[in-house]
């Protein structure tokens, strides 16, 4: 079965930098596409970044782009996310999500697999 386990959310002050950490388990990776995704209350769930497990290759929000970077590490199996100049609008539980497909897709519905969330709050 496949598990996500995200970590290293917390309180930052604005301009500040996280990184999050997804592990993941249960299965061989290299034909799927990991994804970042953040939801803050009373919104929905929003992408943020992904990354092709097999070849590296990424994919951004408009709204993040610059500021944060998605890597992998094949040997840990674990999916980063490093996030700078933290704004009070990145607030939000973060959620690693996983799912088998030739594209880094950017629907949250598209995903099959999601860890149990990581909370992020920047303080203005």
């Known amino acids: 079965q496949v598990q996500l386990v995200e970590s290293g959310g917390g309180l930052v002050q604005a301009g500040g930098s996280l990184r999050l950490s997804c592990a993941a388990s249960g299965r061989t990776f290299s034909s799927y596409k990991m994804g970042w995704f953040r939801q803050a209350p009373g919104k929905e769930r929003e992408f943020v970044a992904g990354?092709?497990?097999?070849?590296?290759?990424?994919r951004y929000a408009d709204s993040v782009k610059g500021r944060v970077a998605i890597s992998r590490d094949s040997a840990k199996t674990t999916v980063y996310l490093q996030m700078n100049s933290l704004k009070s609008e990145d607030t939000a539980v973060y959620y690693c999500?996983?799912?088998?497909?030739?594209?880094?897709?950017?629907?949250?519905?598209?995903?099959?697999?999601w860890g149990q969330g990581t909370q992020v709050t920047v303080s203005s």
């Open positions: 990354i092709s497990w097999s070849s590296g290759s990424t």
């Open positions: 999500a996983a799912v088998r497909s030739l594209m880094i897709l950017t629907t949250a519905l598209s995903y099959e697999y």
